[in-house]
């Protein structure tokens, strides 16, 4: 299948798109899928259909950038793809978070977008917020910290100072714009680990 995912992607880079569709949905009927396979090309199908209208990836809008988002959490050169877009795009790492919410808390947990650091963490609930949303940080004792929230095209619009060590920041969001925006925690004034919060008011 890799010969055919390699075609589809030179035919797309061509701008070929009738091709490469044609090249895509052949893929089924030559191979008997396996579900991980089939959830492959799914994503992949996903990628096309996502890239094949837009000339631009630094102009997609919030629901592209979720779409995106979203492809880039499969496994596969489809996720593979997604994720280096993302990074090419907005400059920030991708890696799976495989951490559990508490039992005895309800919260939206981040889901895949978080970047690896071994002395701090963020995330932010619920997620979607409407009126408030919540951070939930740890930092080494006597770290200065913030939280600073960007929009999608990587603008910061506001940073909030945080408390040293752990705890929980609520902040009011009604202000902003409904969209997809990044957070991302700062210590030292280095950057930390970046997550995706979507605002729905």
Do not use: C, H, M
């Given at each position: 299948m890799q010969p055919h995912y390699l075609q589809a992607d030179i035919l797309l880079?061509?701008?070929?798109?009738?091709?490469d569709e044609n090249t895509l949905s052949s893929?089924?009927?030559?191979?008997l899928l396996t579900d991980k396979?089939?959830?492959?090309?799914?994503?992949?199908l996903a990628l096309f259909q996502l890239l094949s209208g837009q000339a631009d990836i630094f102009k997609m809008d919030s629901l592209e950038i979720l779409e995106l988002s979203t492809i880039a959490e499969g496994?596969?050169?489809?996720g593979v793809q997604a994720r280096n877009l993302l990074d090419y795009a907005h400059g920030i790492e991708h890696e799976p978070d495989h951490s559990l919410p508490?039992?005895?808390?309800?919260?939206?947990?981040?889901?895949?977008?978080a970047l690896r650091s071994p002395h701090a963490s963020i995330r932010a609930f619920p997620n979607?917020?409407?009126e408030t949303v919540i951070?939930?940080?740890?930092i080494l004792a006597g770290d200065e910290a913030s939280v600073r929230l960007a929009n999608i095209m990587g603008h910061t619009v506001v940073e909030i100072p945080l408390s040293p060590r752990a705890g929980l920041k609520e902040w009011n969001i009604s202000g902003l714009s409904e969209g997809v925006y990044w957070?991302?925690?700062?210590?030292?004034?280095?950057?930390?680990?970046?997550?995706k919060l979507a605002i729905q008011h």
């Open positions: 880079q061509a701008g070929q798109a009738e091709a893929i089924p009927e030559a191979f396979q089939r959830e492959e090309y799914d994503n992949k496994e596969g050169l489809a508490s039992a005895t808390e309800e919260r939206t947990p981040l889901g895949p977008v979607p917020a409407r951070f939930e940080y740890a957070y991302q925690l700062w210590v030292d004034e280095k950057p930390g680990p970046v997550g």
